[in-house]
């Protein structure tokens, strides 16, 4: 045997990881709101793409005031970012994984980064 197969014989386990500091703990923190956020806009986004090919017309008629839109604006807001939260198309845990190795290269200057914003589509 040689390689790979004298380690899973052996059955040695890769070394263990170091522990995560307070600073990388807080950036990791970040980027996961941020890939979450990311992932809300890019699902609302979608829905709102998907909601411009329904009809304008309702059972009242038209709505010239506008006030069903933005409702369902805000409607389609609030159900992006639920599923986002949720884990939806799991589109923020990879952006987290692909992320992460940068993130904890350069942790004190991510654990400052400003993500609380919303971001509007």
């Known amino acids: ?3 790979i197969e004298d380690v899973a014989a052996s059955g ?3 070394p263990a990881a170091q522990p995560l500091t307070a ?3 807080t950036a990791l923190a970040k980027l ?3 890939a979450t956020k990311f992932e809300g806009v890019f699902l609302e986004m979608v829905m709102s793409a998907m909601r411009d090919t329904v009809s304008k017309d309702s059972i009242f008629g038209k709505d010239s005031a506008g006030a069903q839109e933005t409702w369902q ?3 389609d807001n609030e159900y992006s970012q639920a599923m986002a939260k949720s884990g939806g198309l799991g589109l923020a845990k990879q952006l987290e994984e692909q992320l992460r190795p940068q993130v904890l290269g350069n942790a004190e200057a991510e654990s400052h980064a400003q993500v609380d914003g919303r971001i509007a589509p």
């Open 1 to 3: 045997m040689s390689g």
């Open 12 to 14: 040695a386990q890769p």
């Open 23 to 25: 600073v990388q703990k």
């Open 32 to 34: 996961h709101d941020a």
């Open 73 to 75: 604006g805000m409607l």
